[in-house]
C-alpha cells in the first residue's frame, strides 16, 4: 500500500473521479501540496481543465520536487520571521504579557540566543519527559509562521523559556510525536516522488551549511529523511510542468510564505508561461484564498471560479 501513495497515483485518482461524474472538464482549488497536484493534473490532462487555481505553490523543478521544498523552508522562514518580530515589538503585546523586545530587529537576536541556550541547557516542560530544547523551540518558530493568529503561542513559549520560575507548556504538536498513521502517509509520498540522496555523510554535509546560512532553522530543512533509505523510488518519473496546454491557470501566493517561498512560486509562474497568472497578496503565512481577509486576492479568485475571467495580468494585492 505505501508504494501506492504518489502524486502521479493521485492525479490518475483525480481523473478517475471526473469520468465517474461523466464529466469532459473539471475545475478545482488546490492549495499547497495540493497546488502541485494540481499543476501535474493540468499539464498530465490539459483537455480536461476548466478553471484551475493554484494557492501557495513550489518549485516544480522535476529534479527535486520534494527535496527542494523542504530545503526551501529554510528561506520561507527567514522570509516571515520580520512579521513575527514586527508583531512580538509592538507596544500593543504590553497589555498581553507577550512583548519580547522594544525593537521589532532585537527579536531575531533574542530567538537565536534562547535556542541556543536550550540546546546546551534543555528546560523541564509541563510534559513529562518532554523538555523544551532548541529544536522544539525551533520547530515551535516555524509552524508559528503559518498563520498570524499563532503568533501568541510562540511568544509565550519565548517568554516561558527566558523567565528561570516559569515551566514551559509545549503545544499540543510538540509534546508527542506524530501519528503512525499521519507519518506514513507524510513521508510516502514525498519518498516515493523523487530520489533522495544515500549519504549520511552528505545530509552531514547539507546541515552544516544550512546551519550556518539560515541560523533560524539551524539546519532542520536540510537534515536526513527517512527517503535516504526509501527502496526503488521514483515510483513515476516527476513530470515537467510545460507552457504546453491551455491558459486556464490562476495562481495566488503570498509574498512571505514560510512554506511554499515566494521564489518557488515564481519558478512555477515561469514553468507555466502564458498559461498562467500570478495574484501576489503582500502579506505573511501560508494559504491565502478566503483565509487572511485580503479582499483583492479573495475577489480575483472567486470572479475567475464563478465567470472565467482572469487579470490580464500578473497583479499584486
Request: proline share 8%; glycine share 6%; net charge neutral.
Amino acid at each position: 500500500m505505501l508504494r501506492s501513495f504518489s502524486t502521479a497515483n493521485e492525479v490518475r485518482d483525480i481523473d478517475r473521479f471526473r469520468q465517474a461524474l461523466g464529466e469532459e472538464k473539471v475545475s478545482a482549488y488546490g492549495v499547497s501540496y495540493g497546488a502541485y497536484v494540481g499543476a501535474v493534473y493540468a499539464q498530465q490532462y490539459p483537455r480536461h481543465t476548466d478553471r484551475w487555481v493554484l494557492d501557495s505553490s513550489g518549485d516544480p523543478d522535476p529534479r527535486r520536487v520534494e527535496r527542494a521544498w523542504l530545503a526551501n523552508m529554510a528561506r520561507g522562514a527567514e522570509d516571515r520571521f520580520p512579521d513575527f518580530a514586527a508583531w512580538a515589538a509592538d507596544p500593543a503585546r504590553d497589555a498581553e504579557g507577550l512583548r519580547l523586545a522594544r525593537r521589532p530587529e532585537d527579536v531575531r537576536p533574542l530567538f537565536l540566543f534562547l535556542t541556543a541556550e536550550l540546546d546546551r541547557a534543555p528546560k523541564e516542560s509541563t510534559t513529562p519527559g518532554v523538555p523544551l530544547t532548541g529544536n522544539r523551540l525551533r520547530q515551535a518558530m516555524y509552524n508559528s509562521l503559518y498563520d498570524d493568529a499563532v503568533f501568541p503561542r510562540l511568544a509565550r513559549l519565548m517568554r516561558e523559556a527566558m523567565t528561570p520560575e516559569a515551566t514551559p507548556v509545549l503545544p499540543s504538536d510538540l509534546a508527542g510525536p506524530m501519528s503512525d498513521e499521519d507519518a506514513a502517509v507524510t513521508m510516502t509520498v514525498i519518498c516515493n516522488d523523487v530520489c533522495f540522496p544515500r549519504s549520511v555523510a552528505a545530509y552531514e554535509r547539507a546541515v552544516a551549511v544550512d546551519r550556518a546560512r539560515h541560523p533560524l532553522t539551524a539546519g532542520l530543512p536540510a537534515n536526513i529523511f527517512p527517503c535516504a533509505f526509501w527502496k526503488d523510488s521514483p515510483v513515476d518519473k516527476p513530470t515537467r510542468i510545460t507552457d504546453r496546454g491551455p491558459s486556464n491557470v490562476l495562481m495566488i501566493q503570498n509574498r512571505r510564505d514560510p512554506s511554499t517561498p515566494y521564489t518557488g512560486a515564481l519558478k512555477m509562474r515561469q514553468a507555466h508561461g502564458d498559461r498562467a497568472r500570478l495574484v501576489t497578496v503582500e502579506r505573511g503565512g501560508h494559504s491565502v484564498y478566503l483565509g487572511t481577509g485580503n479582499a483583492c486576492g479573495n475577489r480575483a479568485v472567486t470572479e475567475f471560479l464563478t465567470t472565467g475571467k482572469r487579470p490580464e495580468q500578473d497583479i499584486s494585492c
